[in-house]
């Protein structure tokens, strides 16, 4: 996976002006995120929905051997699907996705932390394929990575 495939309408959240096919998608969601649980010997915690200014939901699990809390993620109007050890309004923290490799099927896309973490630069290239807002969004919030623009906390 490389960053053309993150790049679509949609990406950093533009809820209102991209259709989004998530919410028929959150029971799968929670299934899989379940089912990482079982495979782990662990629990689901809290389950936080998208919020006025977070454009993913997340899902906590709390594996007890060894010991690690980390968080399933599922963007708000793409099926992105992505592991983060700690959530932050500035800058999530990435996983390892390794634990949850095979839980969740298309449509559902994992993106792997090795592209969450890269570096990002807009470049005018890009323009095309996002829509007018997630251009706007990552033009003022400038972010540093790619997982900032695809999980963040925009308003």
């Not at 099926?79 to 996705?97: C, T």
Request: proline fraction near 8%; glycine fraction near 6%; charge should be negative.
């Amino acid at each position: 996976m490389d960053i053309r495939e993150v790049l679509q309408p949609g990406v950093t959240g533009g809820i209102a002006r991209v259709k989004s096919t998530v919410p028929e998608l959150l029971p799968q969601w929670r299934a899989g995120c379940h089912q990482v649980a079982r495979a782990l010997q662990a629990r689901c915690g809290a389950e936080v929905p998208v919020g006025i200014a977070r454009n993913f939901h997340s899902m906590q699990i709390e594996a007890f051997r060894p010991a690690r809390t980390f968080h399933i993620l599922l963007h708000a109007v793409l099926p992105f699907i992505a592991v983060a050890d700690r959530l932050s309004w500035n800058a999530n923290e990435y996983g390892d996705d390794a634990p949850i490799q095979g839980a969740f099927e298309p449509p559902f896309v994992m993106i792997p932390r090795a592209l969450l973490e890269q570096r990002f630069d807009w470049e005018p290239w890009m323009a095309p394929l996002v829509d007018k807002s997630a251009a706007y969004d990552i033009g003022y919030w400038k972010p540093a990575r790619v997982g900032d623009f695809v999980f963040n906390y925009y308003d």
